[in-house]
Nanobody, 117 residues
């Protein structure tokens, strides 16, 4: 198993930026794909960005061009740089990770991001 801990959430005005981090605990297995999701109460969880171990990325249309996902494999950490934030970006942001050659996904508790207009 692995534990994921997010940090970096908070309050920001529209147009501002935040950088979220997610650190995965050490494990006997190698972490493969990592991702960021967000959830707004009353709505389905949304996959917003995903990154492979080699650094290939994909983004949801809603954040493409504004958010950038990156990772540091040596630190077992995934980041998401969020620029040009909008009030509709307000949500609980969670990271997720899967081990190489494994199918189970592990989740962090999430960090709240609130964007004021």
């Amino acid at each position: 198993q692995v534990q994921l801990v997010e940090s970096g959430g908070g309050f920001v005005q529209a147009g501002g930026s935040l950088r979220l981090s997610c650190v995965a605990s050490k494990s006997a297995f190698t972490i493969g794909t990592m991702a960021w999701y967000r959830r707004v109460p009353g709505k389905q969880r949304e996959l917003i960005a995903i990154i492979s171990r080699s650094g290939n990325t994909n983004y949801a249309e809603s954040v493409k061009g504004r958010f950038t996902i990156s990772r540091d494999n040596a630190k077992n950490t995934v980041y998401i740089q969020m620029n040009s934030l909008k009030p509709e970006d307000s949500a609980v942001y969670s990271c997720a990770a899967a081990f190489v050659d494994k199918t189970d996904w592990y989740w962090g508790q999430g960090t709240q991001v609130t964007v004021s207009s």
